[in-house]
């Protein structure tokens, strides 16, 4: 299947601090990129909607300028937390979207990075 | 809005049991997926369904998709200690490139 990778996979910082994660589609190319946020034992809540070539779409009660995200080409959306706190520790996972194609149908199929564990101090 | 309701949402069961997960909806889906989830890792893929009525078989795991493709199950079979994990389903997309809708998610349990 289709690979989704994260880096870093997990970061501790200072509070005030910024933190960029990176998200990259590693064989295939991705117009559109999800980033989530998850707590333990939770199902994931999607933050924003990365769209290469234009602005990111983010979910209600999502801080823009808080989340900053950029969709740089079609392989890779970056996630940055500025001025990060501590209510912003959390598991940040980005997933992208492929075809594959199936004799006559295309199915779309999600894939998940593997995650990135953020520790603000 | 589409809503998926999935229950329970922690189950703790031992070894050899069989377990049920339901995922239901007022909404019509596309597609529904249903993905596991390990502690520090991303979900993983398990199986898509996308016609109603569809059962799909994966070893001792059977999925289905209700006639009206509102609602989905899981069934485990002699449920395993490795079949620890959170279990996820999935609703859409709704179109190409847009957004799943998930449900709760299921903490499963599976004591030696």
């Known amino acids: 299947g289709a690979v989704v990778s994260q880096h870093p996979s997990r970061v501790i910082c200072k509070s005030g601090t910024s933190v960029k994660i990176e998200c990259r589609s590693l064989?295939?190319?991705?117009?559109?990129m999800f980033w989530y946020r998850q707590f333990p034992k939770q199902s994931l809540m999607l933050m924003a909607t990365?769209?290469?070539?234009?602005?990111?779409?983010?979910e209600q009660g999502v801080e823009k300028d808080k989340f900053l995200i950029n969709h740089a080409s079609l392989t890779l959306s970056t996630l940055t937390v500025t001025s990060a706190h501590p209510e912003d520790s959390s598991f940040y996972i980005c997933s992208a979207p492929s075809f594959r194609e199936r004799g006559m149908f295309s199915r779309e199929t999600q894939y998940f990075g593997p995650g990135t564990r953020l520790l603000v101090l | 809005t589409q809503l998926l309701e999935q229950s329970p949402q922690f189950l703790s069961i031992q070894e050899g049991e069989n377990l049920t997960v339901y995922c239901n909806s007022s909404?019509?889906?596309?597609?529904l997926q249903w993905y596991r989830q390990e502690p520090g890792e991303g979900p993983v893929l398990l199986v898509t369904v996308v016609t109603g009525g569809e059962v799909k078989k994966l070893k001792r795991l059977t999925f289905q998709f209700g006639d009206a493709r509102k609602d989905s199950s899981l069934h485990i079979t002699a449920a395993q200690p490795g079949d620890t994990g959170l279990y996820l389903c999935?609703?859409?997309?709704?179109?190409?490139?847009?957004?799943?809708?998930f449900g709760e998610g299921t903490q499963l349990t599976v004591n030696p």
């Open positions: 909404s019509v889906f596309s597609s």
């Open positions: 990365s769209n290469e070539g234009s602005k990111a779409t983010y």
């Open positions: 999935a609703g859409g997309p709704e179109t190409s490139g847009s957004r799943l809708t």
């Open positions: 064989d295939f190319q991705a117009t559109t």
